[in-house]
């Protein structure tokens, strides 16, 4: 295999995996949404280098192309739940304007009810949570709070491999020098057999424990 | 106590019916009663300090406040401390100031804002914020918040125990989701979930920590921006509970420290009781 050949299977590795963690985005957002019997769900993505959100699934109103579309982190609902990495409850939110405008500015649609998860990966916030307008024909609960901290868990971890494999991404579509060189060795290598890839994965191997600050194996 | 469905989550909250009763240890010279520690009490001459995202001054339930301020990160990246012109970018804030004026209707309210920097910038203005609040020396600081980055949890540790023997009393929200956060985890805290009952001024003990009481956090009504009032749940809603009833206990008592204002929280709370 040449190393455009391996680069372009593993690009193709990388973009069914995009799809799959998609899916699985969308997947979440749509049970979340059965779940509470709520109007719409959405997840956010926190883009640290601009320091947005990022629509990245939604279920109900509002159309397509929402997904991508970006909003501030420093303030609104979901900024403060990502920074301060607590959930939030809200319910009867008419009856102030500001916040009325401010969603129907980023969601076009304006919802009376909130719940809001930070979406949390070990000690890194990914994102948010948000089920609008669940309903309301009973109180809200403490066994509800606790399911949503569960769909936040979930979500968290499909938004960690989301991330995961567009950073691989990045990487393979050459993004960067070293990754440039880690993509030929592995091409490379992908095009010896028996002794000589033997020796090479060796190499390697030793390179790796160097490079690791280890002894090399003997 | 009755099965809960996600038994297996952290204790970070409590059906108010299901709470176990608490057989106090020892021999305590009087009954300490919750009539003793804030009856009559309006929360006058103590300073409550709400680190959040702004309180918007002058909101019906929340009135004046007594200072504003907001942390800052500079282009070098270090926190400066502003006054703050900008007020609540969130409606968070004056959600809980809100809360603790309900309990405390003449205590003193100072907002530090540390929302507002970006959700990268909000660790270091978290930390400058809580330094500036326990340099101060303010009675009670309310944190409806927590970090989960381990590169602030030392820090957070130290200004915590300089809080507590300094004679600030830190109030924080437990975290209801399997992380490690802080500062709630902290000893020298209060650490703070929700309970579902309705009485405001209802309190649980919690024996065995990190949570240690149960305040009231689930369909509160509240202050929102511009003048609205809203309903909301989560224990960042409880946290401000338990900050207004200290205000209360302190204006009564003035004096007391952290460690004999929890000693006095446990004895009145409602699920404890001489054995």
Known sequence: MNEGDFRAAVAAGLIGAEESHRALLQSIVETARAIFRAQASSIFLLDEATDELVFEALSGPGDETLVGRRMSSSSGIAGWVIATRQPLVLEDVAEDPRFARDFAADTGYVPRGVMAVPLLHEERGLGVLEVLDRETDRPFTLDDMNLLALFGAQAAIALDLLTKGRRASALVSGGEDEAEAVVRVAAALERLEGVERATARRLLDALGDVLDGRSPRA | ?275
Not at chain 2, 44 to 71: F, K, M, Y
Not at chain 2, 75 to 88: F, T
Not at chain 2, 118 to 129: N, P
Request: glycine content about 10%; charged content about 15%.
């Open chain 2, 1 to 275: 106590m009755a099965e809960e469905p996600y038994a297996d989550l952290p204790a970070w909250s409590i059906h108010a019916g299901s709470v176990e009763h608490v057989d106090l240890q020892g021999d305590w010279p009087s009954p300490l009663t919750r009539e003793w520690a804030i009856d009559g009490a309006t929360g006058a001459g103590v300073r409550v300090c709400i680190l959040d995202s702004g309180i918007e001054a002058g909101h019906p339930l929340v009135g004046e406040i007594q200072r504003a301020v907001a942390i800052e990160i500079g282009d070098d990246g270090a926190p400066n401390l502003i006054d703050d012109i900008v007020g609540d970018v969130s409606g968070h804030g004056t959600a809980c100031a809100s809360i603790v004026r309900a309990l405390a209707p003449e205590c003193s309210l100072i907002s530090v804002r540390v929302l507002g920097a970006g959700s990268t910038g909000t660790g270091d203005a978290l930390l400058a914020g809580l330094r500036w609040a326990v340099e101060e020396g303010f009675d009670v600081v309310n944190m409806s918040l927590s970090t989960t980055k381990h590169l602030f949890a030392a820090t957070l540790h130290e200004l915590a125990d300089r809080a507590y023997f300094g004679g600030t009393i830190l109030v924080a929200s437990a975290h209801n989701m399997p992380v490690d956060s802080y500062p709630w985890r902290f000893a020298a805290v209060v650490s703070v979930g929700s309970h579902d009952g309705e009485d405001p001024l209802e309190w649980f003990y919690n024996p065995t920590p990190p949570v240690e009481f149960f305040a009231r956090g689930l369909d509160v009504e509240g202050a929102w921006l511009n003048g609205a009032t809203m309903r909301y749940s989560g224990n960042s809603f409880a946290t401000p509970h338990i900050s207004g009833i200290i205000a209360l206990i302190l204006s009564k008592h003035s004096g007391l420290t952290p460690f004999q204002l929890k000693t006095i929280l446990s004895l009145t709370a409602r699920n404890v009781e001489a054995a």
